[in-house]
């Protein structure tokens, strides 16, 4: 089975196909042509990721599943949230990563979570398409300091609950057995094979 995975981050096109196998194909967005900003517009993570795999089922007519993810900080009342990627006005993974520990400089309470939510779209019969969507989500603390220099994003200052080491501290392999995104993904790939293998 082909899937385009409608993503441009590498570091995610990393992760979800080391975990994919050899029973799906997994295609980018370059595969099949697209070279459009996808829409994150809809404020709300399982929102973003609908638009993003519907855009792609739209405008190119293949089996594509999409992800959106966020961290969530209870002190910032759920900040950055849907917003983490841009949450200090840029893309850039250092400045978000300095305005979350700047905002937190007086608090003690340093509860986070990671959320990711995939959204899958497959041609079904008639070439109508069928989706389903799948949440994975991973408790922890944030760091007063980044550690670690893998992974990507907000990964050096979160401490996952029972581990003594950052997602940048983890290797690929670590942090895919725990991650937000592994767990939303497992469940994806458990509803794809039962589709393959019946």
């Given at each position: ?56 089922w739209t405008h190119f007519g ?24 841009f949450y200090s006005g840029s ?108």
């Open positions: 089975m082909e899937l385009c995975f409608a993503t441009n981050n590498q570091h995610k096109l990393d992760e979800v196909a080391n975990r994919l196998g050899q029973t799906f194909k997994l295609k980018t967005l370059r595969d099949i042509g697209c070279t459009d900003e996808l829409p994150e517009t809809s404020g709300t993570i399982p929102g973003n990721s609908r638009q993003k795999a519907d855009y792609v293949v089996s594509c599943f999409a992800d959106d993810s966020g961290l969530e900080v209870d002190a910032l009342n759920g900040e950055p949230g849907v917003d983490s990627a893309r850039d993974s250092e400045k978000n990563i300095q305005k979350v520990l700047n905002n937190l400089a007086v608090e003690t309470n340093r509860k986070a979570r990671f959320i990711t939510v995939f959204t899958l779209v497959l041609q079904g019969r008639d070439a109508v398409p069928v989706e389903h969507q799948f949440k994975g989500i991973v408790d922890g603390r944030i760091l007063t300091e980044p550690r670690g220099t893998g992974g990507f994003g907000y990964d050096p200052i979160f401490l996952p609950d029972g581990h003594d080491r950052t997602f940048a501290e983890m290797s690929i392999d670590e942090k895919g057995l725990i991650s937000h995104r592994a767990q939303a993904l497992a469940k994806m790939i458990m509803y794809l094979q039962k589709q393959v293998h019946g």
